[in-house]
Nanobody
C-alpha cells in the first residue's frame, strides 16, 4: 500500500509565498519522477513542475521564475516553493509520484488528495 499526502496550502495575498510539501509512504521500492499539478475551477488539470530522481526539473511557462520544485530522495518527499503568487495561481494542487513497489514489475502513478491554494486580497 502506498500513500501520497500533500500539505501546505492556504490563503495568501497576491505577491505572497507558500511552500507545499508532499510525502510518499508505504511499500516503496523506488520513486522515479515526482511532480505538482493543479486544477482550477472549470479547467483541466495541468502540469506545474516536475523533478526527476536525478534532480532535473521542468516548469510550466506560467510559473517559471516564480516557483521552484525540489525533492528529498532519502525521505520520499517533494516540495514546491511558490513565490510572487498571482490570483491565477488559485487552484487545487496535486502531488504525483511514479512509484515502483516491492511487488510491482513497473512504475505506477500515485496521486495525493490535493491541497487548496487561494491567492486573493
Amino acid at each position: 500500500q502506498v500513500q501520497v499526502v500533500e500539505s501546505g496550502g492556504g490563503l495568501v495575498q497576491p505577491g505572497g509565498s507558500l511552500r507545499l510539501a508532499c510525502a510518499a509512504s508505504g511499500s516503496i521500492f523506488r520513486i522515479n519522477d515526482m511532480g505538482w499539478y493543479r486544477q482550477a475551477p472549470g479547467k483541466q488539470r495541468e502540469l506545474v513542475a516536475i523533478i526527476t530522481s536525478g534532480g532535473s526539473t521542468k516548469y510550466a511557462d506560467s510559473v517559471k521564475g516564480r516557483f521552484m520544485i525540489s525533492r528529498d530522495n532519502a525521505n520520499n518527499r517533494v516540495y514546491l516553493q511558490m513565490n510572487n503568487l498571482k490570483p491565477e495561481d488559485t487552484a487545487v494542487y496535486y502531488c504525483n509520484a511514479a512509484i515502483k513497489t516491492s511487488n510491482s514489475p513497473r512504475f505506477v502513478d500515485y496521486w495525493g488528495q490535493g491541497t487548496q491554494v487561494t491567492v486573493s486580497s
